[in-house]
């Protein structure tokens, strides 16, 4: 998680969190499957790298209840298509512009955000197809 963040009041931000702030942590993914964590927040970039197809999943507010406005960013470097749905696909919604709303898929180098609007609700924007 890059340095800087949830800061609380009356927090003194050092240098090393201000210059975490405008820099990505990397969090390289090389399986078929991920399940975002609450540690894929705040300046986070996922990186999917497997050659093959793989799906990135967002979990319910009952496994971890990101903070609405929550931005993730995901790359996908791998061969394959990265397909991103939610875990449980009857409780957390997930919408794109994409071909299938509810599981945008990514193509090779190119990127999607993830960002929670509302209770189990997430839109992705970005390369999606």
Known sequence: MATGFP???GDIMTAA???GLVSYTLNSQSGATYTLASTDQYQVLVITTNAS???VSIPTDA?????N???ITILNTG????TINAVTPGTTTVTSAGAVSASPT????KAAVAIKTAT???TVVGSVA
């Open 120 to 122: 189990n609700a997430w």
């Open 106 to 109: 990514v193509m090779q180098y």
């Open 17 to 19: 969190m201000f210059n």
């Open 79 to 82: 061969a394959g298509l990265l």
């Open 7 to 9: 800061a609380v009041t």
């Open 63 to 67: 496994t971890y209840a990101f903070p």
């Open 69 to 71: 406005g929550t931005a």
């Open 53 to 55: 197809t793989k799906t």
